[in-house]
């Protein structure tokens, strides 16, 4: 891959000092009742104190992944789009799930785009 040259503009997040942004993954996933995936960081970013927060995609949940992506050091920091921030790691199960993410009605099924916490 290549640097992109100074006429390219690429769109980036800041992420103030010691804080974090939210991101969501380009791929819109639809996890198998018999899979679940990892979203772990990449090592990359993780050296320059950006991290990744580890998230589970349960079997049968569907969406864009919403990446919380915190900055630990004491610099503004930038993250660029499509860099490749984190990745999926999927583990098939032996047997289908008892109850999926989708049978709970699981409250982000379906998200798209950047979604807040739904905290209640």
Not at 17 to 35: K, T
Not at 67 to 79: C, M, Q, R, Y
Request: net charge neutral.
């Amino acid at each position: 891959m290549s640097a992109p040259s100074s006429s390219t503009k690429v769109a980036t997040a800041s992420s103030p000092p010691n804080s974090f942004v939210l991101g969501r993954s380009v791929e819109y996933f639809r996890i198998p009742r018999d899979v679940i995936g990892i979203v772990v960081g990449k090592s990359s970013y993780a050296r320059c104190g950006i991290v990744v927060n580890v998230t589970p995609l349960e079997p049968e949940w569907e969406g864009h992944v919403t990446i919380e992506i915190s900055n630990t050091t004491p610099l503004p920091a930038k993250v660029y789009a499509n860099e490749g921030i984190a990745q999926v790691i999927f583990v098939g199960a032996d047997s289908l799930c008892e109850v999926s993410y989708a049978d709970r009605g699981g409250k982000y099924q379906g998200q798209r785009g950047i979604t807040p916490p739904k905290v209640e």
